[in-house]
C-alpha cells in the first residue's frame, strides 16, 4: 500500500515536473524568439527585393533573395573605412587602457606610499563623473587643444580606463608576494617584474578587460558623435546613425547597412561567447 | 634585526619613485581628460560661454534659474525618471525570473544564454536603427503583426502617447540578457545545501524562492537595481536614433538636452549647469549604493 503511494506521489510529481519544465522551455524559448527577431527581421529585409518589402501580409522568407540593397548601402557609405577608424580607435584605447591599468594596478597592490588612499580613491570617483556629464567642458577643452575632429580627439578619454586599474589591483594583490621578492632577489627590475612576472600570470583577466573595453569602444557613440564631423572618420556606430537619409527612408538598403555592421561582431561573439557571458558575469561589468 | 629592519623599511621607501611612475600615466589621463573637465563643468554652469570668441561671463545662478522654467528639461527629468523606473522593475524583475528558471541544469542552457546576450553586445545605436524600421507605422513588422492578428495598429515612435513607451520596450530588449547573466551567477553562489534542507522541511517550490532565493540574492538584486538605474540615468543612443527626443519633447531625456544645448544651440554654459544637474543624481545613487552596500558588505 504504502509503495504505491510513493510511486503515486512520485509519478504525480515527475507530472508537476515535466509540465513545469514544458512551461520553462516555453517561456525561454518564446523570449529567446524575441531577443533574435530583430536580427532575423534585418537579415530578411536585406535580402528582400524592393516590392516584397510594401506587401501585406509580410513575406518571411526573402523570395527571391537579392543582393541589390548590399550593393546600394556600399555605394552610399565607405563601410570599410567605418571599419578600420572602429578598429583603429579600439586598438589603441584597449591596449594603452590594458598597459597602463597593468602598471597602476601593480603599483596599488604592491607598494606602499603616501597618498596612495587618496590616488585610488581619485581613479574610482572618475566612474562618478561618466563622459555623458563632462561632455560639455571635455569638447571645450579639445577645441583649445585643437583635437576636435581628430582621432586625438575621440581617444583623448579612452587612454585609461578606472576599471582596469581596479580589477588588475584586485587581481594582483591576491598574488603570493613571495613570487615578488624571489624576482628581486634575483635582480630583476620592477618594470621587468610587472611585464615578464606579473602579466603572464594575469593574462585571463587581461584578456577579460581587453574584450569588454573593446565592445564598449566598439559601441561607443555619445563621445564620437560629438567629436567627429568629418565623414572620413566617422566609425561604425556614428555612420550607422548618418546613414538614413531622413527625407526618403529606404529600408532595403539601411537594414543591408545595419547587417554589414553587426554581423561580423555577432558571429565573433557566438565563437567566443562562453567567454564573453563568462567575463561579464563575473566582473560585472559593462559599459 | 635592526639593521635589516632598516634596510627593507629604506628599501621599501626607495620604491616610491616606481609607485608614481607606474600611476602617472593613469593620473596624467584622468586628469587632464576627466578630473579637470569635470570641474569645470561645475564652473561653467555659472558662465555663458562662447566658444569661438573664448569669452566667458559670469551669470551667477542665472543658468540654474532658467533650468526651472525650461519646460524641455523638466520634461527630460521627468521622462529620464519614467524610463528608470520601469527599466529598473521590468528588465531586472523578468531577468532575475528567467534566471531563476535557468538554474537548474537544464540541456539547452547554454544555447538560451548566448542568444539572450545577442541584444546586450550588439551597438544600442545599430540595434536602434533596426528597431525603428519594425516601429515604422506604414512597413514595420511590428504595424504588420497586430495587422494580422486583426488588432488597433498603433504610431510607436512617430506618436506623441507610445514614443517613450516604444524606448523602454527597445531598452528591456537590449539590457535583459545583462540582467539575466548577473543573476544567475548570484543564483549559482547560493549553496544546494540550502535548498535540500528546504526540501525535506516540505517547502514547496514559491516558498524556497521567497524564503531562500530572495533573501540570499539581494545584494544581487541592489547590484542590477543601481547599474540599471545609472545606465538608465545616461541613456541617449537609443533615443537619439529612434525619436531625437520627439515628437514635440515627448520622449526626450537629459543626456539629449544636454547635446542639444551645447551642440545644436551652442548653449555651453546653459548645457553645463543641466551636466552638473546629472551628475548630482548619479552621485546621489552612488553614495546610496556605497552606503548599502557596506551594510551588506558586497
Known sequence: MGGIGIMKSTLFQQGIKITGNTFVYFLLTLFGILMILPFYWMIVTSFQIPENLITFPPKWWPQPPTAEHYRNAIKKAPFLLYYRNSLFIAAISVSSSIFFGLFAGYAFAVYHFPLQGFFFILILSTLMVPIQVTSVSLYILMARFGWIDTFAGILAPNFASAFAVFFMRQTIISMPVDLIDAARIDGAGEIRIVINIISPLVKSVIATMALILFIDS???????????????????????????????????????????ATMPMIIIYLFLQRFVIKGIATTGLKF | MQMIDGFLFKAKKNRWHYAYLFIAPVLIFFGLFRVYPAVETLIFSFFKVEIVARRYQWVGLKN???LLRDDSFI?????TFVYAIYIVTISAFLGLILAAMFNSNMKLGSLFKAV???????????AAVVWGYLYDPKFGLFNMILKLLNLPQRGWISSYKDALGSIIVFSIWKTLGYNMIIFITGLQNIPETYYEAAVIDGAGPLTRFFRITIPLISPTIFFVVIYNTILSLKVFDQVFVLTAGGPAEASTVVVLQIYNQAFLNYRFGYASSMAFVLFFMIMIITILQYSLSRKWAV
Not at chain 1, 572618420?233 to 554589414?260: E, Q
Not at chain 2, 520634461?75 to 521622462?79: E, K, L, P, T
Not at chain 2, 539572450?116 to 545605436?125: G, L, N, Q, R, W
Open chain 2, 116 to 126: 539572450y546576450f545577442v541584444p546586450f553586445i550588439t551597438s544600442t545605436v545599430a
Open chain 1, 218 to 260: 566598439w559601441n561607443d557613440f555619445l563621445w564620437p558623435v560629438i567629436i567627429i564631423n568629418s565623414k572620413y572618420l566617422r566609425t561604425i556606430p556614428v555612420g550607422i546613425a548618418f546613414f538614413k537619409d531622413p527625407y526618403h527612408i529606404n529600408f532595403g538598403p539601411l537594414m543591408a547597412a545595419t547587417s554589414i
Open chain 2, 64 to 66: 540654474f534659474s532658467l
Open chain 2, 75 to 79: 520634461r527630460a527629468i521627468s521622462n
